[in-house]
């Protein structure tokens, strides 16, 4: 039942499924890799979820950052809306943290970096995440990456909201969310800090069991920060406060972790500081790196393939 052609993309198969939608990896003519993700068709019928999901795309396609995944195209008025962005190879910290364990050194500091630095480009633009956790930060070639900002606003109202499913995932929302207050950059921020505690361990910072022990160990109880360099320790507290008027903002928890690692103060932008950091301290899990050299030896045979066809083209015409 999945689609052969979604807008531009041909679909080569599924990355994932959520609660709004599927994403597929997709190819341009070009050959060019794209995530795809396609609204469910319960969604599709829902003209205020339609709407709300236009807006959100609006928002998105300005979003522009080295630790988010460039906007590509989008259809909200397709059969099934769909929104296109950047693929990055490479695995989800989820899956990393399960199978090869923390993340280390550079990696560690690159991955609290990263983060921080998609968020001050998110909020910046007046977004609210709503659905950070592990599965929704891929570890890619030059950096970590950020998925799915944004989208999960288009959401509320709907049949998942009115049946009463929590928006988040448990043990990845901020303890204001879980007794009802609206998700702000500051609860953003209190699960940036469950991230970083989660890369540098290995762990959940909140454990495992059901979703109201989570919920009880969020709201009550306080984070497994055991095997956090001491030198986080600090800022992860901050950001991991009960209450949220003390979080520091994206901003400052990204200018503090550049401090902290390269022991100076930044100056000026540090965005701008980003990149740099990234390409010195950054260390790409080995799956990144072969899943982007299989995609651009995928692009450069389908490149070849086109240049072949076009020849042969133009010779018949010519003859």
């Given amino acids: 039942g999945d689609p052969a052609r979604v807008g531009p993309y041909h679909v080569l198969g599924r990355l994932g499924a959520g609660g709004m939608g599927t994403v597929y990896a997709g190819t341009d003519r070009s050959g060019a890799a794209a995530a795809v993700k396609v609204v469910h068709g319960e969604f599709a019928l829902d003209r205020d979820f339609r709407a709300r999901f236009a807006r959100e795309v609006r928002l998105v396609r300005e979003v522009d950052g080295p630790c988010t995944p460039r906007f590509l195209a989008a259809d909200t008025g397709a059969e099934r809306p769909w929104l296109a962005v950047e693929y990055v190879p490479g695995p989800t910290l989820r899956r990393h943290v399960q199978t090869r364990g923390p993340l280390r050194g ?172 990234l390409h010195r301290e950054w260390e790409a899990p080995a799956e990144a790196a072969a899943q982007a050299d299989a995609w651009r030896e995928r692009e450069l045979r389908h490149r070849r393939a086109r240049r072949r066809r076009a020849g042969t083209r133009t010779a018949v015409a010519a003859g």
């Avoid at 303890?175 to 991230?195: I, K, N, Y």
């Avoid at 600090?234 to 520091?248: C, F, H, I, N, V």
């Fill in 106 to 277: 550079g990696a560690l500091w690159g991955f609290a970096v990263g983060v921080a630095e998609a968020l001050v480009a998110v909020h910046g633009r007046g977004i609210v995440h709503r659905d950070l956790k592990p599965g929704n930060v891929i570890l890619g070639p030059t950096g970590p990456k950020v998925l799915d900002f944004g989208i999960a606003r288009a959401l509320d109202g709907t049949a998942i909201t009115r049946t009463g499913r929590a928006m988040g995932t448990p043990g990845w929302v901020a303890p204001e969310v879980f007794t009802g207050a609206a998700p702000d950059p500051a609860a953003d921020m209190f699960v940036w800090g469950a991230l970083v505690a989660c890369a540098a361990t290995g762990r959940d910072p909140f454990g495992a069991g059901s979703t109201q022990d989570k919920a009880v160990r969020v709201v009550r109880g306080e984070a497994d920060l055991d095997g956090v360099p001491e030198e986080l320790l600090p800022l992860l507290r901050a950001a991991l406060a009960k209450d949220p008027r003390p979080r520091p903002s994206a901003a400052q928890a990204l200018r503090e972790v550049l401090r902290l690692r390269t022991g100076r103060a930044v100056g000026g932008s540090a965005t701008a500081a980003v990149p740099g950091f």
